[in-house]
Nanobody, 116 residues
Framework: QVQLVESGGGLVQPGGSLRLSCAAS????????MNWYRQAPGKVRELVAG????????NYADSVKGRFTISRDNAKNTVYLQMNSLKPEDTAVYYC?????????WGQGTQVTVSS
């Protein structure tokens, strides 16, 4: 069982930056690939970025490439999402996800609102 707690969301103006954090506990963090998803009102949840258990490989949705960076600190059991050049369309609830094999766990989500 893995517990995930997101933090770092908030209100930011277009063009601004935020860094989301997701602290994991309850299982060996290094065995899990980690992802960030987001869900805007009335839309399906979508994958934003992912990182392998080693941290060596990352992937991004086309809509955030060049603006968002996912990273992890295995010593701190934490995954991050650095979000730069934010746009109003980035407004959503952002969820942290941990998965390995058939097991998948979710955090409670953190709201990101991009508005002037």
């Amino acid at each position: 069982q893995v517990q995930l707690v997101e933090s770092g969301g908030g209100l930011v103006q277009p063009g601004g930056s935020l860094r989301l954090s997701c602290a994991a506990s309850g299982a060996p963090f290094t065995t899990y690939a980690m992802n960030w998803y987001r869900q805007a009102p009335g839309k399906v949840r979508e994958l934003v970025a992912g990182i392998t258990s080693s941290g060596l490989t990352t992937n991004y949705a086309d809509s955030v490439k060049g603006r968002f960076t996912i990273s992890r600190d295995n010593a701190k059991n934490t995954v991050y999402l650095q979000m730069n050049s934010l746009k109003p369309e980035d407004t959503a609830v952002y969820y942290c996800n941990a998965h390995t094999g058939s097991k998948s766990y979710w955090g409670q989500g953190t709201q990101v609102t991009v508005s002037s």
